[in-house]
């Protein structure tokens, strides 16, 4: 421990972010990172804990806190603090191999299970994750490590987001000579086409992806598995299948007016933004309009939180998000104490940049979309909205959030985003591979294993687990990573 009191003589401080509206005049990420200095003075606030649940990772009322990957936080603080980097650079990388994803996208439970948490201002973790990786990219120390002896083992990875790159990054580490299939035209998955570049700018799953295919991982874009090549043949020529294909069934809506034009999956649209922006910065035309349009989100999470963000950059006339739930209160409540996910009301960088744009909070709690009026050239134009009360359902047995009699209104809408999550993995993928799922149509495997149904053929990530966090999608891929390499090789050092 660096600094004894540290925690006690020094404030946290972040990375200072540009002002909203300066910062949606482009698609860069738009925090200022702290100096080097100012980054080992906020190691020093690190207690480093007899008992550090910043790296424990565990579940408490279904939410996690700590981190999943069970960075070893304390170590790599203190390391800082006395200006030793490189050495904080082995700590991090030796649970985490992609620090520069988590890094800007984790919303960082480690940081909500810190010890002084409970009292003040938890450690700065994911900047300082950041600042470690980004130093060690300048210092060349990030660079390409091939392994030095091949085992002759082939493996498939399917689908390129964080749980199969990490798949990759660990079996091709161990020798096996790895071949990544993914569907669009980039690597990435949900990291490249499902997070808009405001907050992971891709130049950064390039620089890594490069990196991979120095150490001999094979990467086969715009190939469909299941479409373009057959599940058959891939077993026949791969010692081992990994399905890392994300939960990438969208949640739709069923009301009267949903196939009027104009209306959209949230994925799709955020999909057609990243891939215009990359192409032709917006000149090839080819993104979802927003310009100077009524713009509907329907969802409050992270992925609603980004179609705002999209929005606003691309110009839309209003901006009003529906949230199905009553809003979280501001501050923690009595029975959600220290170390649990405080579930309290957050204000993300889209709402910010919409309350300086439009001057309110576009947020709209206890609502619901229940029908889409179309023009005459069926184009969406208005919705007529409902407001919900929470209500106890004898036949459910819970309570239920009902409509309010009453008190249906319409508001104008050109263009709608759905944005009510994912339902699992899609149907062509796993019936192409002949693995059983379960009920919300998630691979299924026994408990604590990512071997499926079918021989030879593994799972992880949201493919296996539903729709999750980044982190998690890494520790599923690591954890599968080492079940595929003692079924290859008989034992594992992974």
Known sequence: MGKPTGFLEYERKESRAEEPLARIRHFNEFHTPLSRKEQEVQGARCMNCGVPFCQSGILINGMVTGCPLNNLIPEWNDATYTGNWDEAYQRLKKTNPFPEFTGRVCPHPCEVACTCNLNGDPINIKEKELSIIERAYERGLAKAEPPAVRTGKKVAVIGSGPSGLTVAHYLNMRGHSVTVYERSDRPGGLLMYGIPNMKLEKIYIDRKVDIMKEEGVTFCTGVNVGIDVKAADLKEEYDAIVLCCGASNPRDISVPGRKSKGIHFAVDYLTAATKSLLNSN???????????????????????????????????????????????????????????????????????????????????YQTTVKEFIANEKGEVCKAKLVRLESRFDKKAGRNIMAEVSGSEYEVPADLVLIAAGFLGSQSYVTKAFGVDVNERTNVKTDPGSYRTSVDKIFTAGDMHRGQSLVVWAIREGRDCAREVDRYLMGYTNL
């Open 282 to 364: 917006f000149a090839d035309g080819k993104c979802i309009d927003a310009r100077d349009k009524n713009v509907i989100v329907i969802g409050g999470g992270d992925t609603g939180n980004d179609c705002v963000g999209t929005s606003i950059r691309l110009g839309c006339k209003s901006m009003l998000q529906l949230e199905m739930m009553p809003k979280a209160p501001d501050t923690r409540r009595p029975d959600n104490p220290w170390p649990e996910w405080p579930r309290i009301c957050k204000t993300d960088y889209g709402q910010e940049e919409s309350i300086a744009v439009f001057g309110k909070d576009p947020r709209v």
